[in-house]
């Protein structure tokens, strides 16, 4: 299959934004609170811009950058941070990439 990345959700820091696909509008409204929270407060607390993308085999990756001289972005925290989310998100992150793989890749 040969499918491109399909982003989530992301948030960045330098345009103060959130953003969900709009191909997810029908997840619950919990989710979705709970994915902008967690976007929201990544990028305060690290910089930068953080997405959500599901990849072609429906794995959720959590894929950070930051505008090139962005002297403020945290790596070695986001580093961290990412980690951290991935522990204490986990059964959400499952939870998403099996409604992906259900709802679009079947």
Do not use: H, W
Not at 22 to 33: D, G, N, Q, T
Not at 59 to 72: M, P, W
């Amino acid at each position: 299959m040969n499918q491109k990345r399909v982003v989530l959700c992301g948030a960045s820091q330098y345009e103060q934004k959130y953003y969900l696909n709009e191909e997810f509008l029908e997840l619950p409204e919990a989710v979705k609170k709970e994915l902008q929270i967690m976007c929201v407060l990544y990028t305060e607390d690290i910089g930068g811009i953080l997405t959500l993308e599901f990849d072609s085999d429906g794995t959720l990756n959590l894929v950070t950058c930051c505008d090139e001289g962005d002297l403020l972005y945290d790596e070695i925290g986001s580093i961290l941070k990412i980690k951290q989310i991935r522990e204490e998100k986990k059964e959400l992150l499952e939870e998403l990439e099996n409604y992906f793989q259900i709802f679009y890749l079947s």
